[in-house]
């Protein structure tokens, strides 16, 4: 089974940007759906964006026109850039393999993003 370990959180302000990573462990080229979620403190984790092997993307509409999803699977990789970031977008941010839009995987450690106003 493929782990997954993401990085790149930090304390931004607000308008600032972020690029987070997510690491596999294994070939990641032959998973179809891949995506991002995040989890504020108090509230569900949800998904935020996701991306297909033939670079197919969903968004929620709190991040469309400000976050990028992106994969390169020759690094078996998974990257958010986060552009325009504002405090509500501060969470832990986990990734995740999708059948469908459902992750399959177990949760990781995660990526903490802290926005200030």
């Known amino acids: 089974q493929v782990q997954l370990v993401e990085s790149g959180g930090d304390l931004v302000q607000a308008g600032g940007s972020l690029r987070l990573s997510c690491a596999a462990s294994g070939r990641i080229s032959s998973l179809n759906r891949m995506g991002w979620y995040r989890q504020a403190p108090g509230k569900q984790r949800d998904l935020v964006a996701a991306?297909?092997?033939?670079?197919?993307?969903t968004y929620a509409d709190s991040v469309k026109g400000r976050f990028t999803i992106s994969r390169d699977n020759t690094k078996n990789t998974v990257y958010l850039q986060m552009n325009s970031l504002k405090p509500e977008d501060t969470a832990v941010y986990y990734c995740?393999?999708?059948?469908?839009?459902?992750?399959?995987?177990?949760w990781g450690q995660g990526t903490r993003v802290t926005v200030s106003s």
């Open positions: 995740n393999v999708l059948v469908g839009f459902t992750p399959t995987l177990s």
């Open positions: 991306i297909t092997t033939g670079g197919s993307t």
